[in-house]
């Protein structure tokens, strides 16, 4: 079984940075995918970016040149570096963990808002 906690999530200025942190417990392979995920509200979650071992990632066009994904596995720790926020940004973000079999988990979210 694993388990996410989320942490970082907070109030920031348009423009502002945030580092959100999801720590993981349990059995946690280079192999497995990490990533975040965010909830506005009234929309549906979408996937803002990911990471498989330490080099593969993907982003969110959305958010593409502003986020970084990074992860230490050591750690199985996930990480997102959140630069030039803006208020569209503001959302729940939570981590998942897309294991090699196709099983995810889920945290409990971190709320992230954007005043402008």
């Known amino acids: 079984q694993v388990q996410l906690v989320e942490s970082g999530g907070g109030l920031v200025q348009t423009g502002g940075s945030l580092r959100l942190s999801c720590a993981a417990s349990?059995?946690?392979?280079?192999?497995?995918?990490m990533g975040w995920y965010r909830q506005a509200p009234g929309k549906e979650r979408e996937l803002v970016a990911s990471i498989r071992g330490t080099s593969s990632t993907n982003y969110a066009d959305s958010v593409k040149g502003r986020f970084t994904i990074s992860r230490d596995n050591a750690k199985k720790t996930v990480y997102l570096q959140m630069n030039s926020l803006k208020p569209e940004d503001r959302a729940v973000y939570y981590c998942n963990v897309e294991t090699y079999y196709g099983v995810n988990y889920w945290g409990k979210g971190t709320l992230v808002t954007v005043s402008s």
């Open positions: 349990g059995s946690i392979f280079s192999s497995d995918t």
